[in-house]
């Protein structure tokens, strides 16, 4: 933990949501769901307004349309995105050179490499804080960030949470203790549901408690290399480095068997549970995979590992599984398998523009209309058949009404609402599917 506060974590306001409401003007103020529009689409993110409904990033699209069903249900546009983002940390590496991305809409930034910033004294951070802040929404056309600036990365992304949305916070070096004392254990990076079970169970359920606990009794609980680093970060002792190259961070599970496997019926049944395990732990931490890792030692103590990496991040027990599945039916097992793993590396925290791709929006004119009346319970529906392009959310073009973005579709029709960023709430109208004068764009 340093003794200024230098370190910065900026994060962008609802960001895929809030880029939505930026380019279609009647949604603004209105609740708006990125993400959950197939049958097995998750929440990747719900505005503000759509919040207040209980609605949260990665809950099952179904969940999502019970608890806010007048919201508008979008699919991504991720050109738009990757473009505000790159916007984005295009100012922030102006600021610094030392900047690490955790996501489109998420960085660290390292002040001490900024020869801009003069000093950490509250009143200098705070002027480049708003001057940061106005830079960005000024860069993406509207869009609003919260920043947060503390002593160690912890303290950073604690205080944007604590800013959010749309402000900032300095944590002045010498509070951190007293203000992380009265917050939940499971504000502590690293500390899961599963964790957080633990710890309530013997009676800590603040980071004060932790600040409190004798480090050889927690270890009986948690080991004591989780004991002793839980203990540390509850004191706010954090030195990771902001990394421009973050090391890929990856997480596994392998078994030793007391004799060579050569039947692979049971290689597998091996894999498809330890791929299971792998994605609870994923899970648990809130983080989606793009690369699967086989892991296998021969009966020669040769050790192999094969990799593939997914067009789509995951947390699927089933697609890291049937990744692992695919790479064992590539190698030899006939002489024997002493020792069989999976892993999964490429981790993010954000839903990434694949996962919709992996599960193409279904539209049923009724579910994918913004503002359509609640309908029986989406998921007891049959899926209705995929039709590529007419994505509700995505941008079209009109030759006579001009640009537009997919209000809804089926049978046969495509509505449409003609508006952009910098118009006001334009008109809806109703066009066949194959009229030649609507375009996608
Ligand atoms: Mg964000």
């Given at each position: 933990m340093r003794p200024e506060a230098s370190v910065l974590h900026l994060d962008l306001d609802a960001f895929f949501a809030s880029v939505e409401q930026r380019d279609k003007?009647?949604?603004?103020g209105k609740p708006v769901v990125v993400?959950?529009?197939?049958?097995?689409g998750v929440v990747a993110t719900a505005s503000y307004e759509a919040r207040v409904f209980g609605v949260r990033s990665a809950m099952p699209g179904g969940e999502a349309r019970r608890r806010c069903p007048h919201a508008a249900f979008l699919g991504g546009r991720f050109g738009a995105y990757r473009e505000a983002s790159g916007q984005v940390m295009a100012r922030l590496r102006a600021l610094s050179p030392l900047v690490e991305p955790l996501s489109l809409d998420e960085a660290f930034v390292d002040l001490r490499a900024a020869e801009s910033v003069p000093g950490y004294d509250t009143a200098t951070l705070q002027r480049v804080v708003d001057e940061l802040r106005a830079a960005i929404t000024e860069a993406t056309d509207g869009l609003t960030a919260s920043v947060g600036v503390g002593t160690s990365k912890f303290m950073a992304k604690i205080a944007s949470e604590l800013a959010k949305p749309d402000g900032s916070r300095i944590v002045e070096p010498g509070t951190e203790v007293a203000l992380l004392?009265?917050?939940?254990?499971?504000?502590?990076?690293?500390?899961?549901p599963v964790t957080v079970d633990k710890l309530q169970r013997i009676g800590l359920h603040r980071v004060g408690d932790l600040q409190d606990v004798d480090v050889d009794e927690l270890a009986q609980v948690l080991g004591r290399n989780a004991a002793t680093a839980l203990v540390a970060l509850a004191h706010a002792r954090d030195d990771r480095p902001v990394e421009a190259e973050r090391e890929a961070k990856s997480i596994s599970t392998e078994d030793t068997f007391e004799r060579d496997l050569t039947d692979v019926a049971e290689l597998t049944a091996i894999l498809r549970r330890d791929a299971r395990a792998v994605a609870r732990r994923l899970t648990a931490s809130g983080l989606f995979a793009r690369t699967v890792t086989l892991k296998l030692r021969r009966h020669d103590f040769s050790t192999i590992t094969r990799s593939r990496t997914l067009l789509s991040a995951t947390d699927r027990a089933e697609v890291v599984a049937s990744v692992a599945e695919a790479l064992l039916a590539g190698v030899d097992v006939t002489d024997g398998v002493r020792l069989l793993g999976v892993g999964v590396a490429g981790l993010t925290d954000v839903l990434q523009e694949d996962l919709f791709a992996e599960d193409p929006p279904a539209l049923a004119e009724a579910d994918a209309a913004p503002g359509a009346e609640p309908t029986s319970a989406p998921d007891e529906e049959p899926e209705p058949p995929r039709r590529a392009?007419?994505?509700?959310g995505a941008d079209v073009e009109h030759d006579e009404h001009g640009p537009g973005w997919v209000w809804g579709s089926g049978v046969g029709r495509v509505t449409v609402r003609f508006e952009t960023r910098?118009?006001?709430?334009g008109p809806v109208r109703t066009f066949s599917?194959?009229?030649?004068r609507l375009r996608r764009c």
């Open positions: 003007p009647s949604l603004r993400g959950g529009v197939g049958a097995r004392a009265p917050m939940e254990v499971g504000v502590i990076p690293g500390v899961g392009g007419w994505t509700p910098t118009t006001g709430p599917e194959d009229d030649p």
